[in-house]
């Protein structure tokens, strides 16, 4: 009986393995992600903390997508108001593309970005980051920085504080004109 046992095992294992086959379809099926897409047009979003207005975001076009991460991808235009403790305006953004990285509290902006300061302080480069949580726009990519009163031509790589207060260029590479002290 043991030995009839050990002959029928390995033949009932063989067909147990044959008679197993994944059709790929249900296989795509099962581990396919979910993506969830939310469209909205004429967007007005505002941040706080702590009841206190920090910023207001204005775009024609937001595409909320939820996967692994959630993000808001605005394609066409954005407009970002930075508001100081006061509830004033302290700090302007434009860009043509950006994408809020919501779990990262992190926010990728591309094409023609622009920062003006109310005190007419303007940071230009082609691509910008800007991070919620530490309020600072850092790049990677050519920057360059303007005052009035003074010109720093730009440099590749940058760090800046949200206010453009205090802005670190990596690599300088243009020309420093700044006013004489008397």
């Known amino acids: 009986m043991i030995k009839s ?14 008679a197993c086959e994944n059709d790929d379809r249900v296989l795509t099926n099962w581990t396919k992600q979910l993506l969830l897409k939310e469209e909205a047009t004429d967007v007005v979003s505002t941040i706080s903390q702590e009841g206190k207005l920090k910023a207001r975001i204005k775009a024609p076009i937001m595409v909320k997508e939820a996967g692994d991460t959630i993000q808001m991808t605005f ?9 100081n403790d ?12 950006g994408i809020y990285y919501e779990n ?11 920062v003006i300061t109310e005190k007419g302080d303007t940071l230009l480069s082609p691509e910008l980051w800007w991070d919620q949580g530490s309020k ?18 730009g440099g590749k790589g940058l760090e800046a504080t949200q206010d453009l207060k205090r802005i670190t260029f990596n690599f300088t590479t243009g020309l420093v004109n700044a006013p004489k002290s008397h």
């Open 104 to 114: 990262l509290n992190k926010v990728f902006l591309r094409d023609s970005v622009v």
């Open 5 to 18: 046992i050990r002959t029928a095992f390995p033949a009932i294992f063989i067909f147990l393995l044959s």
């Open 86 to 97: 006061s509830a004033k305006i302290e700090t302007r953004l434009d860009a043509k593309f």
């Open 75 to 83: 394609p066409q235009t954005l407009h970002c108001d930075f508001y």
């Open 136 to 153: 600072l726009f850092y790049t990677d990519k050519f920057a360059s920085y303007r005052s009035p009163g003074q010109q720093i031509l």
